[in-house]
């Protein structure tokens, strides 16, 4: 009975800390995304400036 528990508590908490680091992986890309958006518009906005 305790190795079964033991056995299955492993394989939740693996599962939760892949699920963890898929979650923080896309929260990454969208800052990443965001980031990349923030700096196209500032570019364009220096260039309208300049004219």
Do not use: P
């Not at 939740?12 to 963890?20: A, Q, T, V």
């Not at 995304?33 to 260039?47: F, H, L």
Request: aromatic share 8%; glycine share 4%.
């Amino acid at each position: 009975m305790k190795e079964e528990f033991l056995l299955i508590w492993l394989v939740i908490s693996r599962f939760l800390l892949i699920e963890l680091g898929v979650a923080i992986g896309i929260a990454i890309m969208c800052l990443f995304q965001v980031s990349k958006q923030a700096d196209e518009q500032t570019t364009q906005m220096k260039e309208r400036n300049k004219e």
